[in-house]
């Protein structure tokens, strides 16, 4: 029987739910082969734990911040987002709620991205995360088309 995947979550923090413009980034120091590669901020779900109460957990010790979360950029598995062998990752849009950002775990730098595929792509993605770049490029432009 194949052994279930680890459940990890993950935040697309916007500036603003309604009009997002810009997208908070984090650059790993660890493990070693991720280090200085860009992601969402998140973790794994601990046993017992809800997907939204963990990611909301997980930004809190990550960043200092408290986040309201928006819709999940829907991945193509139950799980989300595959990362590897043995883990996928779901993810929400979020917005900050509460508290400065910084980098206080598993981080070295926060930098706030505008919204647009040359300046995303411009950073070096863990690579696993490049698709779920793209989702929520696509969630933010329905957003865009809908309000005009």
Known sequence: M????KQIV???ILDSLTEPSELLVARRTAPESLAGLWEFPGGKVEPGEGCEAALLREIREELGVDVQLGSEVLGPLEQG???NG???MRVWNARILDG???PLE???ELRWVPLRHAELNALPWIP???PIITAV???VEQVDTARS
């Open 86 to 88: 043995t883990a996928a």
């Open 137 to 139: 490029l696509e969630t």
């Open 2 to 5: 194949e052994q279930p995947l």
């Open 10 to 12: 993950g935040a697309a």
């Open 100 to 102: 400065e950002p910084r």
């Open 128 to 130: 696993a995360d490049l």
């Open 81 to 83: 987002w595959q990362l």
């Open 106 to 108: 598993d981080h070295d």
